[in-house]
């Protein structure tokens, strides 16, 4: 039998990412897409999908999140993954 969640409990993965890491570095969407070296419109809107590059460039400039199996495939070109490391804002 499968756990059903309701959907009060449901949050999209862009949205996490803006509340709990971009925000809370001091950062907003254009700043976050600079660090990360993509543009604006690739940060997205809080709706997108997250791609497997992305969910690195995030773990390389915030912090280490767990590795998941989506993630396998692109640790083989994580190094070509440029981004500049981001500090929590004081």
Known sequence: ???????SFVIH???WLRTESVKPHGLNGTLAADKLGVTRQ????GKTGLSADM????????ARMQTTPDLVPARTHEKDIMV??????S
Do not use: W
């Open 1 to 7: 039998m499968a756990i059903k969640l309701h959907s």
């Open 42 to 45: 690739a940060m997205g809107n």
């Open 55 to 62: 969910a690195i460039g995030f773990e390389k400039a915030l």
């Open 13 to 15: 993965t862009g949205e």
């Open 84 to 89: 500049e490391r981001v500090t929590m804002a």
